[in-house]
């Protein structure tokens, strides 16, 4: 639990150093002025963004699912409620250790960081490719 307890005090410090952050409970903060809402657990985060901001621009108008090979993180995003799902592919390497939620904390930062950005500046890719699904999925 000591371990859990250090990724959140982590988090809370890397998200508010960074952004102008409300948390409004463990893991949970938002970004008011972004329009995002950002929610990290121990295994996985997403962020839940402002539908009238973010999902208008064409290509985030349908469920798409982008991939930041860089950073290792998937992104799948449902314009409807504005939910991204992600997938940080470097957390299945990571034990409940207080080193390894060190950089837990870090890398998912890192990761919602990009995220943030990608959404933020449509302009930029920020090293996310959008992946077709259907042609993903049938090979």
Same mark, same amino acid.
């Given at each position: ?28 903060y938002i970004l008011e002025d972004l ?13 839940? =963004?402002?539908? !009238? ?5 064409? *290509? ?10 860089? $950073? &290792? ?20 390497? =990571?034990?409940? !250790? ?5 950089? *837990? ?10 995220? $943030? &950005? ?22």
């Amino acid at each position: 639990m000591q371990n859990q307890s250090n990724f959140y005090d982590l988090m809370d410090h890397l998200i508010h150093a960074n952004y102008n952050a409300n948390k409004t409970a463990t893991g949970n903060y938002i970004l008011e002025d972004l329009g995002i809402q950002i929610d990290v657990r121990m295994r996985s985060f997403y962020l839940i =963004l402002d539908t !009238t901001r973010y999902c208008q621009p064409s *290509r985030f108008m349908q469920k798409t699912y982008w991939r930041n090979n860089r $950073i &290792k993180c998937g992104l799948q995003l449902t314009p409807s409620s504005g939910k991204t799902y992600s997938y940080p592919d470097l957390r299945n390497y =990571l034990k409940d !250790t207080p080193n390894d939620n060190v950089l *837990r904390a870090n890398y998912y930062f890192i990761c919602i960081d990009q995220i $943030i &950005k990608f959404f933020t500046f449509p302009e930029e890719d920020f090293g996310f490719e959008k992946i077709d699904l259907e042609f993903h999925n049938k090979n």
